[in-house]
């Protein structure tokens, strides 16, 4: 198997580019993350034109347990209702 690809991963930074994004973008970061990255999703949301930020406290795949899980969909839903138009 080659590993040629890790390459691209590793250079792959979308970051570089998140202030080109013309369309409705949610971003989510959870406060108790434990993960030295915990401000790029934020960074990146302040450099996105017409972002919509929400923090959770929760820790980075809190989303996923049943304490957030709810709150977390309806948040989503509640976005693409608004920004996108999805009706009900």
């Known amino acids: 198997m080659s590993t040629s690809w890790?390459?691209?991963?590793a250079a792959?930074?979308?970051?570089?580019?998140?202030?080109?994004?013309?369309?409705p973008?949610?971003?989510?970061?959870?406060?108790r993350?434990?993960?030295?990255?915990?401000?790029?999703?934020?960074?990146?949301?302040q450099r996105t034109?017409?972002?919509e930020p929400t923090t959770y406290?929760?820790?980075?795949?809190?989303?996923?347990s049943p304490d957030y899980l709810g709150v977390y969909a309806d948040d989503a839903i509640?976005?693409?209702r608004r920004r996108v138009g999805l009706g009900r």
């Open 6 to 9: 890790l390459v691209t991963v």
């Open 12 to 23: 792959f930074r979308p970051v570089r580019t998140v202030g080109r994004i013309a369309a």
């Open 25 to 31: 973008c949610s971003t989510n970061s959870a406060s």
């Open 33 to 45: 993350t434990r993960l030295r990255v915990q401000a790029l999703p934020r960074g990146a949301a």
């Open 49 to 51: 034109p017409g972002a």
């Open 57 to 64: 406290p929760s820790h980075h795949f809190g989303v996923f």
């Open 78 to 80: 509640d976005f693409l």
